[in-house]
């Protein structure tokens, strides 16, 4: 009797939070990012993982793990709360940073960090003789803000000839995408279904692309964090800042084309306290040390922004990640920055006036109706009656705040 082995599958886990920034919602702190390397680094030595990246991109701090537990483990996802909690009361609350532990909303660990807070991306796969692997995380906006992107590099043959030349793509990919607001999943194949795909993820606050798997065999492809941190909280807390993990080449989109996707700098929503619309910018790293495996994020800085999203490229070898390489580090993409700049300035000038600022259903979690429930309307026609009575009565339109939250 012959055995056959198969190889194990690898796991690759994102999880994310904001547990502070310097100053205000910026950067995050260089200690953070030491200690949450350390503790992984202790990780790896005890077999729990194999190996890891911590990155930020602005007050965003990602923990990048590869093991081979699957999804959903309440081991990795504990490790990732137990980092967040500690780096949070060692740190962030010592060093008063702004925001500090805003991100986890709940006080104790329930086996997975999902409802808890922090964004999560995660795939099991088979790896393939080759596995080229982007990490995205941005910053100042929301999931949706990925749903362009993703549709580009998946289903616009525009943006990726391979949908055209490519045999092993030319049948399309399946996508997943979740209604946030009423817990349902949409199934949807490109290239027949994808005016009822635009038809839903142009509506980037609620219908979010989460997962996409190439058609022919069903291997995923990418994955994208869902959660809405304001959904969970009941207020707004601060913006959701995505993470996603995308596979490259060999029968699924090229590295360049899954980088193209980003070259346009498109409109996204969060920016500014949440409340604002702007270009999300393809922004570099400040620098990578491969020896304490840290990678130093943009800031985030006009208007607290603009939004910015970053690279990362991985090669990953049995569950080991060679790299990473900042992918946005390149004379090709200055222009895409100086896009978003320009874009940046124009759009700054609309000031509190939409489409700048977010639609009313957007500002809801928001301080903004605490600030407009103070006003006084009155009737069209009772005014019209007493016009000149209610011109020359004074008005008074105060409002005592207790308090801003840490995400404004």
């Not at 038809?199 to 606050?205: D, E, F, H, K």
């Not at 946005?328 to 939409?354: C, E, H, K, L, N």
């Amino acid at each position: 009797m012959q055995l056959i082995f198969m190889a194990p599958k690898t796991t690759v886990s994102v999880i994310k939070a904001d547990i502070g920034g310097i100053p205000g919602h910026a950067w995050v702190h260089p200690k953070i990012l030491e200690y949450a390397s350390s503790r992984l680094r202790e990780a790896v030595k005890s077999g729990l993982i194999i190996d890891y990246y911590v990155f930020n991109v602005g007050d965003d701090m990602s923990l990048l793990m590869t093991h081979n537990k699957g999804i959903d483990n309440p081991e990795i996802h504990g490790l990732a709360w137990s980092i967040f909690k500690e780096a949070t009361e060692n740190y962030a609350k010592k060093f008063k940073l702004y925001g500090a532990g805003q991100d986890l909303l709940k006080d104790s660990f329930s086996g997975n960090v999902r409802g808890l807070g922090p964004q999560v991306a995660e795939m099991e796969f088979e790896e393939r003789p080759s596995e080229p692997l982007i990490v995205f995380a941005a910053d100042k906006t929301e999931p949706g803000a990925f749903n362009l992107p993703m549709y580009k590099i998946f289903a616009d043959p525009f943006n990726t000839a391979g949908l055209v030349i490519d045999p092993q793509m030319h049948g399309g990919f399946r996508f997943e995408i979740i209604d946030v607001y009423e817990g349902k999943v949409y199934l949807l194949d490109a290239p027949e279904h994808i005016y009822s795909i635009l038809g839903l993820i142009g509506t980037p606050g609620r219908y979010i692309i989460r997962r996409i798997y190439r058609r022919s065999d069903l291997t995923q492809a990418a994955v994208v964090s869902v959660e809405r941190l304001n959904l969970i909280a009941g207020r707004y807390v601060g913006k959701d800042d995505p993470v996603a993990i995308v596979r490259a080449q060999h029968g699924l989109p090229a590295v360049g084309e899954v980088l193209e996707a980003f070259a346009l700098p498109h409109l996204v929503e969060g920016w500014m306290r949440g409340s604002h619309t702007g270009p999300l910018m393809p922004a570099k790293f400040v620098s990578i040390d491969p020896a304490n495996k840290i990678a130093m994020g943009p800031k985030m800085t006009r208007f607290d922004g603009p939004p910015k999203v970053g690279a990362l490229g991985f090669q990953l070898h049995d569950g080991y990640l060679e790299g990473p390489v900042d992918l946005f580090d390149d004379p090709a993409f200055d222009f895409s920055r100086q896009v978003a700049a320009f874009i940046t300035d124009y759009i700054r000038r609309m000031g509190p006036i939409m489409p700048h600022r977010l639609p009313p259903e957007e500002m809801e979690y928001t301080t903004l109706p605490q600030l407009l429930s103070v006003l006084k309307p009155i009737p069209v026609e009772e005014y019209e009656r007493n016009r000149m009575k209610y011109l020359s009565e004074k008005v008074t339109a105060t409002v005592s705040v207790t308090g801003g939250g840490s995400g404004d």
